[in-house]
C-alpha cells in the first residue's frame, strides 16, 4: 500500500518533467548524431524512462513535500523540527525492532533496497561505461548527496539509507547480469554505436 502511495505522489512530478525531459533528449540526440553516434530506439526510450524515474525518486527524497485539500488549496507539509541525523549503522532498525514494530522496519528495510534497483539496472544496461564498481559508487554517491541535501531541510538523515540504497544498486547490478546471461540479444538493443 505504501508503494502505491509513493508511486501515485511522484505521478505529477514525473509527469511535469516529461516535457523538459524530451526537450533535452531532442538536443542531446542532436548532439550524438554530430559525433557520429546513434541510439537504437529502444535506448532512447530506455533513457526517457530512465531520467522520469530519477525525477520522481528525486521527488520524494529531495523536494520539499505539499498537500492539496479544498479547505486549504495547496501547502507545504512541514517536518518535525530539528535535525535527525543517524551515523550509527542499523541504530534505528533495532530501536523500532525494540518497540515492536517488525512490520514498519520491514517495509523500511525493502523500500530502501528496491528504490535503488532501477539504478543498479538500468546505468548498465543504458551505458556501456558503468561495470560493477561505478555502478555502485554512483548509487552510493547519489544517496549519499539525498541524505546530505535532507539533513537541513530538517529532514531524517541516516546511513542506514545509504546502506541499504547501495545494497540495492548492488542488487539491481546482479539482475542486469542476469539480463544480459540470459537475454545477450536483447542487451545489445539497448546500445549506442559509431557509423
Not at 535506448?43 to 479544498?70: A, C, D, K, M, N
Amino acid at each position: 500500500m505504501r508503494i502505491l502511495e509513493y508511486l501515485i505522489a511522484m505521478t505529477p512530478y514525473m509527469a511535469a518533467a516529461l516535457p523538459l525531459i524530451l526537450l533535452f533528449r531532442f538536443f542531446s540526440r542532436r548532439r550524438m548524431r554530430r559525433l557520429g553516434l546513434y541510439e537504437t530506439p529502444l535506448r532512447g526510450v530506455g533513457v526517457v524512462l530512465f531520467l522520469i524515474f530519477l525525477v520522481g525518486l528525486i521527488s520524494q527524497t529531495i523536494l520539499p513535500r505539499f498537500e492539496w485539500s479544498l479547505e486549504g488549496g495547496l501547502t507545504l507539509v512541514r517536518p518535525r523540527p530539528g535535525y535527525h541525523l543517524n551515523l550509527i549503522p542499523f541504530r534505528q532498525f533495532w530501536d523500532v525492532l525494540r518497540a515492536g514494530d517488525a512490520m514498519n522496519t520491514a517495509v523500511n528495510l525493502a523500500g530502501n533496497i528496491v528504490m535503488f534497483l532501477p539504478i543498479g539496472f538500468c546505468l548498465p544496461l543504458l551505458w556501456r561505461k558503468f561495470p560493477f564498481w561505478r555502478t555502485v559508487a554512483a548509487g552510493a554517491g547519489f544517496s549519499l548527496a539525498v541524505e546530505i541535501i535532507q539533513f537541513p531541510q530538517g529532514r531524517t538523515s541516516d546511513i542506514d539509507d545509504v546502506i541499504l540504497n547501495t545494497l540495492g544498486v548492488a542488487a539491481g547490478y546482479g539482475l542486469w547480469r542476469l539480463f544480459a546471461r540470459l537475454f545477450p540479444g536483447a542487451a545489445e538493443c539497448f546500445r549506442v554505436w559509431e557509423e
